[in-house]
Antibody, heavy 119, light 107 residues
Framework: EVQLLESGGGLVQPGGSLRLSCAVS????????MSWVRQAPGQGLEWVSG???????YYADSVTGRFTISRDSSKSTLYLQMNSLRAEDTAVYYC?????????????WGQGTLVTVSS | DIQMTQSPSTLSASVGDRVTITCRAS??????LAWYQQKPGKGPKLLIY???SLESGVPSRFSGSGSGTEFTLTISSLQPDDFATYYC?????????FGQGTKVDIK
């Protein structure tokens, strides 16, 4: 069974930085896609960034230039480095795994980690 | 980006009702559409992919249809566990987008 466990959320001031982690277990291949999806309080889902398979990376326009996604296959961990944070980045951040390689639909989700950007 | 629009935003229904949620795409996405269910404080759960394929383990009362720009999620007989928020998501473009959600609550 695939399990995704996010960590690293917290309270940060506007302009600050934070790094989120997602520990992945129950997967033997690295050819799947992984993404970060966020949900602002009381709002809907917003895709943030993702890996399509091994190396192709994509970002939403709202975070391009500020956020960086990476993965450490040896540690089975996905990361999201968030810089120049804004109040509108406040959200629960989920990591999610696609069922197949590529940017597609998400068969597995973590429980989320809350990021609050406030002074 | 491809815009996804769901209707209605809120739906009040009773146990046993047939429920239909619509999702429209701003351009054709063929059948590259998924549906999710989300309950408060939880991550989303995949219900349907490729517009009409039922995810393993999902009850058969859930079904999806459509192609191109218009899609529907149908719950044939609403059960108490189905009161939740539902989202569609397109994956025709690498810039993935979700609908704004449809909350199904108790009438």
């Amino acid at each position: 069974e695939v399990q995704l466990l996010e960590s690293g959320g917290g309270l940060v001031q506007p302009g600050g930085s934070l790094r989120l982690s997602c520990a992945v277990s129950g997967i033997t291949s690295s050819s799947y896609g992984m993404s970060w999806v966020r949900q602002a309080p009381g709002q809907g889902l917003e895709w943030v960034s993702g890996f399509s398979g091994v190396s192709s990376i994509y970002y939403a326009d709202s975070v391009t230039g500020r956020f960086t996604i990476s993965r450490d296959s040896s540690k089975s961990t996905l990361y999201l480095q968030m810089n120049s944070l804004r109040a509108e980045d406040t959200a629960v951040y989920y990591c999610a795994k696609t069922a197949v390689a590529g940017m597609s639909f998400f068969a597995s989700w973590g429980q989320g980690t809350l990021v609050t950007v406030s002074s | 980006d491809i815009q996804m629009t769901q209707s209605p935003s809120t739906l009040s229904a009773s146990v046993g009702d047939r429920v239909t949620i619509t999702c429209r795409a701003s351009q054709s996405i063929s059948s590259w559409l998924a549906w999710y269910q989300q309950k408060p404080g939880k991550g989303p759960k995949l219900l349907i992919y490729k517009a009409s394929s039922l995810e393993s383990g999902v009850p058969s009362r859930f079904s999806g249809s459509g192609s191109g720009t218009e899609f529907t999620l149908t719950i044939s007989s609403l059960q108490p566990d189905d009161f939740a928020t539902y989202y569609c998501q397109q994956y025709e473009s690498y810039s993935l987008t979700f609908g704004q959600g449809t909350k199904v609550d108790i009438k």
